[in-house]
């Protein structure tokens, strides 16, 4: 009992053998060996850190040599031509990618090495170009320095253009350099550019007429009367992949026309309707009904004054020539014009009604109105109401007869 109520106590100061004895114990837990209770650490996660670095350097190697020697890219030939827009604060290496999805040039790294050789990286200008097949880099580097403006000739072609009024645009814009001979020649036969264009198949060897897109354009110098048609021809391609691309499944072809035939009726639709798009694919489904009718007749004045070269007279629409659709049954020998892609779309995708008829007069504020009918005596009704409206005085209907289009 007294053993536990005696106070301990003990120094601050250790004694030199309590020294030696911590000296001693550290020495042997330094130079013991743990391993053997150590875990120890996988090699997996640096093998795969290997891995990775392997699969990294790879891929930096493939593109940097893939940015060498170009992409095996089917490059447009010369005489073709694509449309690239450079936006503005766009890099070098972006519109390089763009011209590489344009087929104008292997890779990118073609147009930047140029690009950096000719110190040209600030003064790339932004717009749309209409660059030609087979320019070179340098070629492309200098256009897109020189602006749009400067790339070509501009060539604005309207909808429902004629081939003949077209050649004569063309050789005004092009200063006469390509004359209007030369584009009526290199238009003539579409059998000339089948082989490139699978969508001229059915127009044997009539002209191009119809088929010339209507767009801008921009002609460069090296260009001649058949590099402007193919430009044309490109166009027209791209503009109707959605609705011509798998023709024998299209609203024409299941009404049994051709696709030739179809951009026909569509040269006639764009003639004889106005802008709005409602009234194209109405009277284009106008058209299809008098084609499937026991009189299929299209009545159409457009095609007569096709032929004449002006508005026609009554006695012109009713006589016996080829392009008179009041005289001859079904549609007329060629295309009247080139249609746009809003009357290709119409005659794609026409308003399905029983209407036979349809009337255009303007309104008060001098916009045209139309007016769509079932029976002729529907017709002659609609043309009574409103043949002085706005003050007209219904002349557009003057050569018109049993069943006319307007």
């Known amino acids: 009992m007294a053993l536990h109520g005696k106070k301990v106590t003990y120094s601050s100061h250790s004694s030199r053998a309590a020294r030696a004895a911590h000296a001693k114990g550290d020495r042997e837990f330094r130079t013991y060996d743990t391993s053997a209770i150590m875990p120890k650490r996988s090699p997996v996660p640096f093998i795969c850190l290997g891995v990775v670095a392997v699969v990294v350097i790879a891929a930096v190697c493939f593109f940097a040599f893939r940015g060498c020697v170009g992409s095996q890219v089917e490059l447009l030939a010369p005489g073709q031509s694509a449309e690239v827009t450079i936006t503005e604060g766009e890099t070098a290496s972006s519109i390089g990618d763009a011209l590489v999805a344009a087929r104008l040039i292997g890779s990118s790294r073609e147009f930047t090495d140029e690009v950096t050789r000719l110190e040209a990286s600030s003064a790339l200008i932004p717009g749309t170009y209409t660059f030609q097949g087979g320019s070179t880099p340098e070629e492309l580097v200098r256009a897109i320095m020189a602006g749009p403006a400067q790339v070509g000739d501009t060539l604005a072609v309207p909808e429902d253009i004629t081939r003949a009024e077209l050649s004569e645009l063309v050789a005004s814009a092009t200063g006469g350099r390509i004359t209007a001979e030369a584009f009526l020649a290199a238009s003539e036969n579409a059998s000339a550019y089948v082989a490139d264009y699978a969508f001229l198949e059915s127009a044997g060897e009539n002209s191009l007429e119809g088929f010339l897109f209507p767009k801008t354009y921009a002609v460069t110098e090296d260009m001649d009367a058949e590099a402007v048609v193919r430009m044309m021809l490109d166009q027209f391609g791209t503009e109707t992949a959605s609705i011509f691309g798998d023709f024998a499944n299209s609203y024409p072809a299941s009404q049994g026309l051709t696709l030739y035939q179809a951009v026909n009726l569509a040269s006639i639709v764009a003639k004889e309707s106005t802008g709005d798009q409602e009234v194209r694919d109405h009277v284009a489904g106008v058209f299809y009904n008098r084609l499937a009718s026991d009189r299929p007749y299209l009545e159409s004045d457009a095609t007569t004054a096709y032929e004449v070269g002006r508005e026609p007279t009554a006695e012109e629409v009713h006589a016996e020539t080829p392009y008179s659709t009041y005289a001859n049954a079904g549609l007329p020998p060629t295309p009247i014009c080139s249609p746009g892609i809003e009357s290709l779309?119409?005659?794609?995708?026409?308003?399905?009604?029983?209407?036979?008829?349809?009337?255009?007069?303007?309104?008060?504020?001098?916009?045209?109105?139309?007016?769509?009918?079932?029976?002729?005596e529907e017709h002659q009704q609609a043309i009574a109401d409103n043949s002085n409206a706005g003050g007209a005085d219904g002349s557009g209907d003057a050569a018109a007869g049993e069943g006319a289009a307007a």
């Not at 308003?351 to 079932?374: I, L, R, V, W």
């Open 345 to 376: 779309t119409a005659v794609c995708e026409p308003t399905q009604t029983e209407d036979m008829f349809f009337y255009f007069y303007p309104d008060a504020d001098g916009n045209m109105q139309a007016a769509f009918s079932k029976t002729y």
